[in-house]
């Protein structure tokens, strides 16, 4: 089992650990409910120290990834992000992953922990068939990575790495901070729990002092360590899936809801044939949101089963209390046939330890956050 470089950190704060895709990684401090109650009232700070961050650079990088990845990165300026994935032949996710344009010859890849390696392999065998035209590094054990996630996680970060940070957009980075010690940082504004927040790059050997200070900067506006169960429960609210558990080597960005990243104008890329097919011959398998209206949870591979159409049915492939709405959601695979996807309200039940609990179909996500000013 690795560590983060972030972990004696988490062990002064009073962390209970669990394994994670290899890692012993804090699942919670003081918390689920009360972690996740500050990611979406004030501040929450997560290591996120296990993700992978891969670079793919050269006068061929662009054409590799416009390959390799269905959305489409020649749209991509540098001081950009994007939300993609590397796909089968089969159009079905390998891994969701997030690619930063650095400039037009040099990319960064965050990809999940558990599908490194894989991507890794991937990215270094299409790179060889360009004839030394790209150069693939692994960074990630030379990279931690710290997400400040909240209402006030802007003024937190700012206050740290620079005011700067403040005027971000969505989805764009800052680089090379003019700040002396802050020099090597990547800020950017992106996230995973559904709330205005940044995720901050720093060499590993910088980790735990940047941790150290913007605990303390955050602490009079309410900034907290938060742990993945609270990150579990944000991200499933804000209808996020995860890959391995949501999207898998079953499941297409057509099926996930997901048709947004697969640019159709820009090219062939891996997995394209098959998505052209499912796009014209229809989806038999769709990811759903569902609420739960009796008493109970629905858990990971519970079976979720229409009311009015009992042959539309399939597993349950994330399930939690959600705090902020107070009531108990999930999302389901379902196979539906030729009969297409629920429509929303829909009765279903699911079964709980040979218990049967009534439930309803909605549209994802469970939750948005208020807009500024409202």
Request: hydrophobic share 40%; charged share 30%.
């Amino acid at each position: 089992m690795q560590r983060t470089v972030l972990y004696e950190r988490h062990v002064e704060s009073g962390a209970r650990f669990g394994p994670f895709a290899g890692y012993e990684m804090p699942i919670q401090y003081e918390g689920v409910l009360a972690e996740h109650r500050a990611v979406r009232e004030r501040a929450g700070m997560f290591d996120v120290s296990h993700m992978g961050e891969i670079r793919v650079r050269g006068p061929r990088a662009l054409a590799l990834l416009q390959g390799l990845t269905p959305n489409d990165v020649g749209a991509l300026h540098p001081f950009r992000a994007q939300y993609s994935a590397l796909l089968s032949e089969r159009g079905t996710f390998i891994d969701d992953l997030l690619v930063y344009c650095l400039d037009p010859e040099d990319y960064l890849l965050v990809v999940n922990a558990a599908s490194r390696g894989r991507d890794l392999e991937l990215l270094e065998t299409a790179a060889v068939a360009e004839d030394g035209g790209v150069r693939v590094d692994d960074q990630s054990d030379e990279t931690a990575l710290i997400a400040v996630q909240g209402p006030r996680a802007a003024e937190i970060v700012a206050d740290v790495v620079g005011a700067a940070a403040a005027d971000l957009r969505y989805y764009s980075f800052l680089r090379d901070l003019p700040a002396e010690d802050h020099a090597r940082h990547l800020v950017s504004r992106t996230g995973y729990t559904g709330e205005d927040g940044f995720e901050i790059y720093t060499p590993a050997e910088r980790a735990e002092d940047l941790w150290a200070e913007l605990l303390e900067r955050g602490r009079d506006v309410g900034l907290v360590p938060a742990g993945l169960g609270a990150r579990d429960t944000l991200r499933l609210e804000a209808g996020m899936m995860l890959c391995g558990q949501d999207i898998d080597e079953e499941t297409t960005p057509l099926e996930a809801g997901l048709s947004w990243i697969v640019k159709w104008k820009k090219g062939d890329f891996v997995g394209r044939d098959a998505l052209a097919r499912q796009r014209e011959d229809g989806c038999r398998h769709r990811l759903v949101g569902f609420e739960v209206e009796g008493r109970g949870i629905a858990r990971h591979g519970h079976r979720l089963t229409l009311r009015d159409a009992p042959d539309c049915a399939g597993p349950v492939t994330s399930g939690a209390f959600a705090p902020t709405l107070g009531r108990a959601v999930g999302i389901a695979r379902l196979d539906c046939g030729d009969g297409g996807p629920p429509a929303s309200g829909s009765a279903a039940s699911v079964t709980v330890r040979g218990r049967e609990i009534d439930c309803r179909i909605v549209k994802l996500p469970f939750y948005r956050r208020p807009k500024q000013g409202a």
